[in-house]
Each structure stands twice: as structure tokens, then as C-alpha cells.
């Protein structure tokens, strides 16, 4: 559906409220960040793996 910044804002909201994230959750938040040309902030959720 392409709503790659709902689905970042998601998971910032997550991780605000303590939710851990695993392996596939961080593949598809790096996948949105690169799809909105972020590719900056692919690379640090790539850190914090």
C-alpha cells in the first residue's frame, strides 16, 4: 500500500511505549526508510541491530 511513513511512525511509537522490535520488524522499518529516501535513518536502525 506504500505508506512507508505511517509504518515509520509506528514504530517510533512503538518503541516509546517499551515494545522490543526483532529482526523482521527492523527489516521492514529499514525497507520504508529507504523507500522514502532516508537512507540516513536506515542505516542507524541497521545500528541498533
Do not use: T
Request: net charge positive; proline share 0%; glycine share 8%.
Amino acid at each position: 500500500m506504500k505508506h512507508y511513513a505511517i509504518v515509520v511512525s509506528l514504530c517510533s511509537q512503538m518503541e516509546l511505549l517499551g515494545v522490543s522490535h526483532n529482526a523482521y520488524s527492523l527489516n521492514i522499518l529499514i525497507n520504508c526508510c529507504w523507500q522514502l529516501g532516508r537512507i540516513d535513518f536506515g542505516f542507524s536502525v541497521l545500528g541498533k541491530c
